[in-house]
């Protein structure tokens, strides 16, 4: 059984800084890309980064690129989230996806291409300003 979690969320000031933990098992860790997303109330989901095993180059969202860092532990079956510089606007509750790819529109928009459908339950981020 496919069980993904996410945990680390909390209250931050903005400026501050977090680092999510996504843990997962039931499945061969290191053959899958993991990646996150987020959600914000009223707002459309947002994919934000993603990472296979063999990840040499890593894209984020615009929205993030410069402030969150995605990495993983192949030993732990975890992959994380580091977020620096957090704003009001990162606000969302976030979360651990299995099996999936980054990839670009034409116009240039960062999304997540998700695969399996699994991700886990999402831990919540709050800035406040």
């Known amino acids: 059984e496919v069980q993904v979690v996410e945990s680390g969320g909390g209250l931050v000031q903005a400026g501050g800084s977090l680092r999510l933990s996504c843990q997962a098992s039931g499945f061969t860790f290191d053959d899958y890309a993991i990646g996150w997303f987020r959600q914000a109330p009223g707002k459309e989901r947002e994919g934000i980064s993603c990472?296979?095993?063999?990840?040499?180059?890593?894209d984020y969202a615009d929205s993030v690129k410069g402030r969150f860092t995605i990495s993983r532990d192949n030993a732990k079956n975890t992959v994380y989230l580091q977020m620096n510089s957090l704003k009001p606007e990162d606000t969302a509750v976030y979360y651990c996806a299995v099996d999936c790819r980054g990839r670009r529109t034409l116009s240039g928009s960062y999304y997540l291409a998700l695969s399996s459908g699994y991700w886990g339950q999402g831990t919540q981020v709050t800035v406040s300003s």
């Open positions: 990472i296979a095993s063999n990840d040499d180059s890593l």
